[in-house]
Each structure stands twice: as C-alpha cells, then as structure tokens.
C-alpha cells in the first residue's frame, strides 16, 4: 500500500512540475514572440536614409546637407570641409559618427511638418527637411 502512496504522491509532483514546466515555456514563448515582432518594426531612420539630400540645421543653426546611404554610409557638407559619417540605426532613430577623430551621436528621430527632428536628451540637435 506503501508503493501506491508513493507512487500517487510522485505522480501529483510529476503534474505540478510539468505544470511549472509548460507555464515557463509559455512565459517564453510570449516573450519570444513579443521580440520578434518588435524586431520587425523597422527604425525611423531607414525613412531618412535613401541616398537623397536633406537640408540640415544644427543646434547652433548651422546649414547644410544630409545625405545617408542604406550601407551605412553618408555625405554631410556645408561646414569648412565635406565629412563622410557613418551611421546605424537604434529603435527609435541613429547614431551618427560624422568622422573618424568626432564622437558618435544618438539622437531619437520624430516626424515633423517637412522630415525629422533629431532629439539628443530631449532636446533638438538637428533638423532635417526636403
């Protein structure tokens, strides 16, 4: 009778365990499924880079031009000389390296009336319009 105890004892931890078991696979199973598809969302900045020119305002109300690649690469100009920045997209916009000895920069891209606002920290550090 000892055995039959036994073994319905063991049975009811085998259930709660598997219970366990299939409740975590589930568990990760939706988070899975939730970072593909969040994966999916493509960056603002793929809608910036199409190798056409963008007027660039700085911060400091400088002008000149944008143009970004889908490779990575870009042409910036109007300052003293022409930069060759490379770039790559974050979630919510990109980080752009305008040249080899100048710090890379993240901005958060947001739609305006005519392109984009570039925020770094909540505030604007570049307009972009067509």
Known sequence: MEKLEGSHRGSVRERRFLLLVSFLALIMATCALTNVSRAEEPSPAHKITDGRPWKMT?????????????????????????????WRPTPDGLCIKPGALLPERCVKLVRSENGYVGLKDGKQAFKLER
């Open 58 to 86: 700085t911060d400091d109300g400088q002008v000149g031009t944008l143009v970004l690649f889908q490779n990575g690469t870009g042409k910036m100009t109007g300052g003293i000389i022409q930069l060759s920045p490379n």
